[in-house]
T-cell receptor, first 115, second 113 residues
Framework: DTAVSQTPKYLVTQMGNDKSIKCEQNLGHDTMYWYKQDSKKFLKIMFSYNNKELIINETVPNRFSPKSPDKAHLNLHINSLELGDSAVYFC??????????????FGPGTRLTVT | AQSVTQPDIHITVSEGASLELRCNYSYGATPYLFWYVQSPGQGLQLLLKYFSGDTLVQGIKGFEAEFKRSQSSFNLRKPSVHWSDAAEYFCAVVAAGFQKLVFGTGTRLLVSP
């Protein structure tokens, strides 16, 4: 059983398009995250949600809109894709919002390529 | 602001040799520190974490890390590296009221036969 799953695994699209990445966790966790990993492997948090409520929005452009229909799902919608959005996007979850105390479980990542 | 520095972009170690990956942090109070590993094409997996108490922390896969406050360091060690340890290793510190992790830039470990 996959704990944190993401779809799709690969996404190739053209500039200006709108795309979504889906994430689901079956761990019963309350908190979910989106991270962006750039070409140099630098990993940075984008958003966190706790029980469907937005907790962290790390100065991400408005073109990125996370949506959490329930606490097991956190989707990422990206409008008007730009070349600089090319990266690997990781979803993660943890028991609760106290990141310092709880292990974060990561999904396998979605490699987004914008041409 | 909290930050983490991993000074080595990549390290090559012979199989069976010992390993030490460096991590330095910047944090005003007692830090909560983590080491994660990312295997090729995979997500990150927690190796170990330090909150308080014993400064030598044991983790999974035979890894350990030592917290040294005087040096602001949290170096990861393994006495004997296996080929399957080849991966990207990330050090992280908790920040923002314990609500997020700040990651270092990672160290890629290559294991030679």
């Amino acid at each position: 059983d996959t704990a944190v799953s993401q779809t799709p695994k690969y996404l190739v699209t053209q500039m200006g398009n709108d795309k979504s990445i889906k994430c689901e966790q079956n761990l019963g966790h309350d908190t979910m995250y989106w991270y962006k990993q750039d070409s140099k492997k630098f990993l940075k948090i984008m958003f966190s949600y706790n029980n469907k409520e937005l907790i962290i929005n790390e100065t991400v452009p408005n073109r990125f809109s996370p949506k959490s229909p329930d606490k097991a799902h956190l989707n990422l919608h990206i409008n008007s894709l730009e070349l600089g959005d090319s990266a690997v996007y990781f979803c993660a979850s943890s028991q609760d919002i106290i990141a310092g105390l709880n292990e974060q479980y990561f999904g396998p990542g979605t490699r987004l390529t914008v041409t | 602001a909290q930050s983490v520095t991993q000074p080595d972009i990549h390290i090559t170690v012979s199989e069976g040799a010992s390993l030490e990956l460096r991590c330095n942090y910047s944090y005003g109070a007692t830090p909560y520190l983590f080491w994660y590993v990312q295997s090729p094409g995979q997500g990150l997996q927690l190796l170990l974490k330090y909150f308080s108490g014993d400064t030598l922390v044991q983790g999974i896969k035979g890894f350990e890390a030592e917290f040294k406050r005087s040096q602001s360091s949290f170096n990861l060690r393994k006495p004997s590296v296996h080929w399957s340890d080849a991966a990207e290793y990330f050090c992280a510190v908790v920040a923002a009221g314990f609500q997020k992790l700040v990651f270092g830039t990672g160290t890629r470990l290559l294991v030679s036969p």
